[in-house]
């Protein structure tokens, strides 16, 4: 059978057979999302072949309903197939709003109210761990595995490996001694929708939660404020740094924003060599467009002090002039 016959199979078997389908949205991932229209009625089909593994996003959608947050309703799933319906949220994501111009604070502040929602109740069984350990094989992975060979045509020295590691494992370590909650691992804007006819946190609506994992409470904060594919104000970054801290009196401030700024910068250098690997491995060169925006944050990430071990360790092997997309990748 083949995956067109198998994802008419199961449209048939839930009574969508007849349903016209068109495409919404792929991922970075070999996940793909269509739309499935009958009549006036719309739901989201998630077509995710095996390898893809359709179950830790069943979990956590029914986790994240329970606490009361905006997730699609599940309405049928196949997981050994790879194959869920879904309730269709619709097509207003904050990107596309933050892209055409509309005003930041107050989308952020319902997405962050659903962010503290999400981090202040009880995380699921059964999440991987997404903590300092993590956050440093992973970048150095992206780094030297795929960007430096790119780069400069060959495999880095042990000595640069080794000297970039311990800066990671130096700057992350406000957040191996912090608190540890539910992390989504990819709160972007392109991962939220505005729901304006729901109230409170429920107005934004959250999606692509399948990689979530237990790690520190800055980590998706960092993902929403800079977001590598579109230019955030710094005086919004900062307004809505202070009404997430506002709203975390628990939390100790100064601790949170070293975190934060570790957590922002380990993000941007893992993203910017993951374009690369997404480009050569996966044949999706599109993503390479963000690279220059990536490496940008990442520069401004390296100015804050709490960042300072990794801006010394990559000053002495990178050089600023070469911390771009890899001579002859283009988008």
Known sequence: MTRDDAIHAFLTGHGYGNADIGPLAEDASFRRYLRV??????VVLMDAPPPEDVRPFL???EHLAELGLSVPTILAADAEAGLVLEEDLGDSLLAVMLDRGDDAVPLFGPAIDALIAMQRGEPPPGLPEWGAEQMTATALGTLFDWWWPATFGGPAPTAAREDVEAAL?????PVATGPVGFVHRDFFAGNLLWLPERDGRRRVGVIDFQGA????PAYDLASLLQDARRVIPANVEEAMLQYYIERRPELDADR???????CAAQRHLRVACQWVRLALRDGKP??????????????VALAHPAVAPLAAALDRWIPAERRGNPPGLAA
Do not use: C, D, N, Q
């Open 37 to 42: 229209v009958r009549g006036g009625e719309t």
């Open 59 to 61: 979990r956590i959608a």
């Open 169 to 173: 494992r130096a700057m992350l370590a």
């Open 213 to 216: 994992a237990l790690g520190h």
């Open 256 to 262: 949170f924003r070293a975190a934060y700024f570790a």
């Open 286 to 299: 599109g993503y390479l467009a963000f690279g220059s925006r990536t490496w940008a944050l990442l520069k």
